[in-house]
């Protein structure tokens, strides 16, 4: 699965961002989908993902309420819509494929797109 992530760019708080994510490769109604983050100095970590089957999603507290995953199997693409954007919320925003049950940790991804930068600047 190749995958490659969109959307970023330099926003004001309070300001919103819709990331997406295509993939290319072996079915990808098959692997759920997470999107990490990972500012400079710090790990990656968790904001949210989708399960291939049910479509049950999971954020993490510091999103939950303003962020939104979504998937379109038909369109092999993952979503992240995020909305009321703050300071703390730039990073570089990586997409993953994710063939386990541990859907919010990093290590148990099986494929990465590039990422794509998020600036929350006034």
């Known amino acids: 699965v190749q995958l490659q992530a969109s959307g970023g760019g330099l926003v004001q708080p309070g300001g919103s961002l819709r990331l997406s994510c295509v993939a290319s490769?072996?079915?990808?109604?098959?692997?759920?989908m997470g999107w990490f983050r990972q500012a400079p100095g710090k790990e990656r970590e968790f904001v949210a993902a989708?399960?291939?089957?049910?479509?049950?999603?999971y954020y993490a507290d510091s999103v939950k309420g303003r962020f939104t995953i979504s998937r379109s199997n038909a369109e092999n693409m993952a979503f992240l819509q995020m909305n009321s954007l703050k300071l703390e919320d730039t990073a570089v925003y990586y997409c993953?494929?994710?063939?386990?049950?541990?859907?919010?940790?990093?290590?148990?991804?099986?494929?990465w797109g590039q990422g794509t930068q998020v600036t929350v600047s006034s």
């Open positions: 993953g494929a994710d063939s386990s049950v541990r859907l919010r940790e990093a290590y148990e991804y099986d494929y």
């Open positions: 490769g072996r079915a990808f109604d098959y692997y759920n």
């Open positions: 989708i399960s291939c089957s049910s479509g049950t999603t």
